[in-house]
């Protein structure tokens, strides 16, 4: 499934535009890079674009342009147990490592 997420994901990225619909029946939203502002509490320059999809109660998968538009996305997904707590897998070859990344 992660291979039709990424596909479908990265063809919104290609188009640039803003996107809320679903996808293989879960809520999804794509929102474009923001280089005109930028996010509160942050030390990044700019607005990176991202999709999500699924609901964060119980599943969904992130992708982020956090290096920027033309940089590899920074993909997890987040799995809900009972008891309520989350199951997080990054999913691209470049993974989170504390606060700094590994390639």
Do not use: C
């Amino acid at each position: 499934m992660i291979d039709s997420i990424r596909a479908f994901a990265m063809a919104l990225h290609a188009q640039g535009t803003a996107w809320v619909g679903t996808f293989e029946g879960w809520p999804a939203t794509y929102t474009p890079e923001d280089r005109t502002r930028q996010p509160a509490h942050s030390k990044q320059t700019f607005i990176p674009a991202k999709f999500f999809v699924g609901d964060s109660a119980i599943w969904h998968v992130a992708i982020a342009w956090e290096d920027g538009r033309n940089a590899p996305p920074v993909e997890l997904e987040n799995r809900r147990e009972v008891q309520g707590k989350g199951h997080i897998t990054y999913l691209a070859e470049r993974q989170m490592v504390g606060n700094t990344t590994a390639d």
